[in-house]
C-alpha cells in the first residue's frame, strides 16, 4: 500500500514571480512577498526562512550587481513536489562570483549561504537580455489546512 503524502497530492507546480526595481529598499519587499506566498502555499516557518533567505541574498545581488537603472530584477518561485526553485533575474550578464571575504567584511558571503541552505544552485542567460541566478531547496510537506492554491 502506498501512504499518501501532501506532495503526492499537488499535480501541477505552484508559481510565483513578480518584477522589482533594482533599488535595496526593494529586497526585503520580496523577501516579505515570497514569505506571505509560502505560508499561503501552507509551508512551515523553518522552510519559508530558507527560503526567503536565500531569496534575500540572490535579490541583494541583483540590486548590487545586476544592470542597474532601467531594467528591473525578477523574482521567480516555483514548488513542485518537495523541490523549490528559486530564480533571480537580472540585466547583467556577469556570472555570479563567490569572493572570498575577510574576517572583519560585512559583505561577500552571500553566495557561499546560498550554497549551503540548497541542494543544487547555478545560472543561465536570460534572453533577451540578462541571466538568472537559481538555487533548488528541498522543502517538508505544506500543511492541509493552509493550502491556497488560488
Known sequence: ?????????????????????????C?????????KTLASWGYGQEDIDRVVLVCGE???????????RGHLFEVRLTVDG???????????RTPPCPIEAGEDDEGGRGLLLVDSLS???GHHVRHPVGKTVWARLILGSPSEESVCTS
Open 27 to 35: 529586497v526585503p519587499m520580496a523577501r516579505s512577498l515570497a514569505s
Open 58 to 68: 540572490l535579490a541583494a545581488n541583483a540590486v548590487e550587481h545586476g544592470g542597474g
Open 1 to 25: 500500500m502506498h501512504a499518501m503524502t501532501t506532495h503526492d497530492r499537488q499535480t501541477t507546480p505552484l508559481r510565483w514571480r513578480m518584477q522589482f526595481s533594482p533599488v535595496r529598499k
Open 119 to 121: 541542494e543544487e544552485t
Open 82 to 92: 518537495p523541490r523549490c526553485l528559486v530564480e533571480v533575474s537580472d540585466a547583467s
